[in-house]
T-cell receptor, first 115, second 109 residues
Framework: IAGITQAPTSQILAAGRRMTLRCTQD?????MYWYRQDLGLGLRLIHY???????GKGEVPDGYSVSRANTDDFPLTLASAVPSQTSVYFC??????????????FGPGTRLLVL | GQNIDQPTEMTATEGAIVQINCTYQ??????LFWYQQHAGEAPTFLSY??LDGLEEKGRFSSFLSRSKGYSYLLLKELQMKDSASYLC??????????WGAGTKLIIKP
């Protein structure tokens, strides 16, 4: 593994189903993020984690949950998918050092279609 | 509210120079980032500005004026591979990134 991986690459999901998007990084970064990207809109933060064991809500958290049991993994769960959650989901990570540049590095994305 | 404005789309010619502008209104400022995103791919980091002035990195330069809430990304000697979307993002007082919708740059031969 090099950098950040996400799985699955793409998924078609029936409305009402539960789905977990996986994200793993091998850079030992403290901070991790989940974004959604929709046409014509900027990346919007769903949830974030500044360090293992802690999580926080971003701009659009409703309908999503996350956990951060260890440094490497940051799964995103849709408890009951709705069509408005159709989007491209990007996981990102940054070193998590206060006062630093804190560049975020992105995974390849998961393309989700909810029908 | 917080807002990042960029042009939706720009067209330029191979070998030329293009300037992509970004204006922002955010609650606090802790740095401005430019990312490149090719169609169907993830955003990749291009540049970071936290102080006023110009940062140069090869063919790409980024400028910041904090007093004007303004930045631009300058791309020189354009190549076809520069066809992509360019995303401007500002880190606010909570150290969260606020993203613009991106500027799609089309390069013509």
């Amino acid at each position: 593994i090099a950098g950040i991986t996400q799985a699955p690459t793409s998924q078609i999901l029936a409305a009402g189903r539960r789905m977990t998007l996986r994200c793993t990084q091998d850079m030992r970064h403290n901070a991790m993020y989940w974004y959604r990207q929709d046409l014509g809109l900027g990346l919007r933060l769903i949830h974030y984690s500044n360090t293992a064991g802690t999580t926080g809500k971003g701009e659009v958290p409703d309908g999503y949950s996350v956990s951060r049991a260890n440094t490497d993994d940051f799964p995103l769960t849709l408890a009951s998918a709705v069509p408005s959650q159709t989007s491209v989901y990007f996981c990102a990570s940054s070193p998590g050092m206060e006062g630093g540049q804190e560049t975020q590095y992105f995974g390849p994305g998961t393309r989700l279609l909810v029908l | 509210g917080q807002n990042i404005d960029q042009p939706t789309e720009m067209t330029a010619t191979e070998g030329a120079i293009v300037q992509i502008n970004c204006t922002y209104q955010t609650s606090g400022f802790n740095g401005l980032f430019w990312y490149q995103q090719h169609a169907g791919e993830a955003p990749t980091f291009l540049s970071y500005n936290v102080l006023d002035g110009l940062e140069e990195k090869g063919r790409f330069s980024s400028f910041l004026s904090r007093s004007k809430g303004y930045s631009y990304l300058l791309l020189k000697e354009l190549q076809m591979k520069d066809s992509a979307s360019y995303l401007c993002a500002v880190r606010d007082s909570n150290y969260q990134l606020i993203w613009g919708a991106g500027t799609k740059l089309i390069i013509k031969p």
